[in-house]
């Protein structure tokens, strides 16, 4: 893109004998296209390795949520895990 846009002061050079105060540079915003099934994939693969807990999923997942918000959507999803032998999970599992 910094290629094209020096050919295109180039033209303006010639044609319109215009002088740019200084060489084009173009930027792009730190972001990742596909953040969302990547942060989706990683959280899932913590979760089988029982290497995050049940919050810091919900954070991750949902990171614009504050904290009265993450501890609503952690008593939802605590609300919904099965029973195993009698027992819920514990709050923050």
């Not at 846009?5 to 596909?34: C, H, K, N, Q, Y």
């Amino acid at each position: 893109m910094e290629h094209t846009a020096e050919m295109l002061l180039a033209i303006g050079r010639e044609v319109f004998s215009w002088e740019p105060e200084a060489r084009p540079s173009i930027s792009w915003p730190e972001t990742d296209t596909d953040e969302p099934l990547q942060r989706a994939q990683t959280i899932s693969l913590l979760k089988t390795a029982e290497a995050i807990s049940t919050e810091t999923a919900i954070r991750m997942a949902q990171p614009h949520l504050d904290d009265d918000q993450v501890r609503e959507e952690l008593a939802r999803v605590l609300g919904e895990a099965p029973v195993v032998d009698g027992n819920t999970p514990p709050l923050g599992a």
